[in-house]
């Protein structure tokens, strides 16, 4: 492994993709969207459930894929939580600043950013970047209308 993939690998990184956080169907759901890269071959699929605020209650995911797509996924799960989805479409617009290496990150906090920033490494590879991006564009894809049939 050369240093700028070593580098790109980080432990954060590492971390998630070996021991994903919040992986895993989710039972009562109200949204979902599912997520393909075809450039390498990762699959996510995105489980939200949005309480009357259209605060993040919980959310889950599945898929499999390269390292990069699952550790993204598995770091947005662990940040969204408790957000407003509007406050997750910044930070989703925040980290695709980053991750296309760009400084200017948006509207993202400090503390945001500060967790973002492990994946922005992806900058310099072209190819991993939808890697990275598949969990957020799923996401959004979700909350914009994947809503599921609700049991009654
Ligand atoms: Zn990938």
Redo the contacts with the bound molecule.
């Keep these: 492994m050369d240093e700028s993939l070593r580098e790109l690998y980080q432990d954060v990184i590492l971390d998630h993709s070996r021991h994903p956080r919040h992986f895993g169907p989710l039972a009562g759901a109200t949204h979902k969207g599912e997520g393909y ?1 075809p ?4 699959r996510v699929t995105i489980y939200l459930l949005l309480d009357a605020d259209k605060r993040i209650a919980d959310i889950k995911f599945e898929g499999k ?5 699952q550790a993204s996924a598995s770091l947005m799960t662990d940040m969204l939580i408790g957000r407003t989805s509007d406050e997750a479409q910044t930070l989703m617009g925040g980290f695709l600043h980053l991750v296309k290496g760009e400084v200017d990150a948006g509207e993202l906090g400090p503390d945001d950013r500060e967790t973002l920033e492990v994946m922005a490494g992806v900058s310099a590879f072209p190819m ?1 970047v ?2 990275a991006t ?1 969990a957020w564009h799923t996401m959004k894809s979700a909350l914009e209308g994947g809503e599921t049939a609700k049991n009654s």
């Design positions: 890269n450039l390498c071959g990762d894929g390269c390292a990069i797509s991993r939808k890697c598949l």
